[in-house]
């Protein structure tokens, strides 16, 4: 299973739960990359700016009350499993040193969880989230239904799932509608929430953009510090 994210044999060692989460979002950029190189082979823009919309839609839609209280049980679970673990870690195999392991990387799910703003986020979460339940598999209980993993998959990955699944549990943060956005509102929209108000020449420079460095401008625009760094990689890519 960790193979699928390209790092072969993973061991318990502190900062695992990160290097998934990292290692999700590597692999989400590959896929990304391939399935643009497909689609400059498509003459239909219609298709390309579908997937481009579809791209920016994960990052601006954002849980209602009810996914938040999903969300929230589920944390609190993580965070309940990585204090209690330190109490019966005899009965899951676990040395000391390997409780402590546990304990933090738990919390570090635990936090992840709560800190997911938008779909994208928990989508990455979760992924990271099996990863971690996969690895943890290894430590057994005597009585199964105790086990790390199970508790993982019934108290945080199951809910989980089921919020994702279910596309009414989230909105989008304005009232736009799916059919009037185009990609360049989209984007435009996330940078003024990350940077606020923008020059209008930068805004006519992205609406201007082909959908290629759309879609690329999507992935990457969380990367920068500052506008000069966005119209910079802009600039880059038009010279």
Same mark, same amino acid.
């Given at each position: /299973?960790?193979? *699928? ?11 695992? $739960?990160?290097? $998934?989460?990292?290692?999700? *979002?590597?692999?989400? =950029? ?12 498509? +003459?239909?823009? !219609?298709? &390309?700016?579908?997937?481009?919309? =579809? ?6 839609? !954002? ?7 999903? /969300?929230?049980?589920?944390? @609190?679970?993580?965070?309940? /499993?990585?204090?209690?673990? !330190?109490? %019966? %870690? ?35 979460? %979760?992924? +990271?989230?099996? %990863?971690? +339940?996969?690895?943890?598999?290894? $430590?057994?209980?005597?009585? &199964? ?15 989980? *799932? ?10 989008? &943060? ?18 003024? @929430? ?28 969380? !990367? ?16």
């Amino acid at each position: /299973m960790l193979e *699928n994210l390209g790092i072969g044999t993973t061991s318990l060692v502190l900062g695992v $739960f990160d290097r $998934f989460v990292a290692s999700v *979002n590597a692999s989400k =950029q590959r896929k990304h990359e391939r399935k643009m190189a497909e689609l400059q082979l498509i +003459a239909n823009s !219609n298709v &390309r700016d579908e997937y481009a919309r =579809q791209l920016y839609l994960d990052r601006l839609l !954002n849980p209602v009350e009810k996914a938040q209280k999903v /969300m929230q049980n589920a944390s @609190k679970h993580g965070q309940w /499993m990585a204090d209690s673990i !330190n109490y %019966y %870690y005899p009965d899951h195999g676990l040395n000391e040193e390997q409780v402590k392991i546990v304990s933090c990387e738990l919390r570090s799910l635990s936090i992840s969880i709560a800190h997911s703003e938008t779909l994208h986020d928990l989508k990455i979460v %979760y992924e +990271a989230a099996s %990863y971690l +339940a996969h690895l943890l598999s290894h $430590f057994k209980h005597r009585d &199964r239904k105790y086990s790390i993993d199970r508790s993982i998959r019934k108290g945080i990955l199951d809910p989980l *799932n089921d919020c994702i699944g279910n596309e009414r549990n989230f909105q989008r &943060r304005l009232g736009f509608t799916y059919s009037d956005d185009s990609p360049s509102d989209l984007i435009l929209l996330q940078i003024r @929430k990350q940077f606020g108000e923008i020059p209008s020449t930068l805004e006519g420079e992205i609406r201007a953009l082909p959908s290629p460095l759309l879609q690329g401008l999507a992935v990457q625009y969380l !990367n920068f510090e500052s506008l000069a760094d966005l119209t910079q990689w802009i600039h880059d890519r038009l010279s």
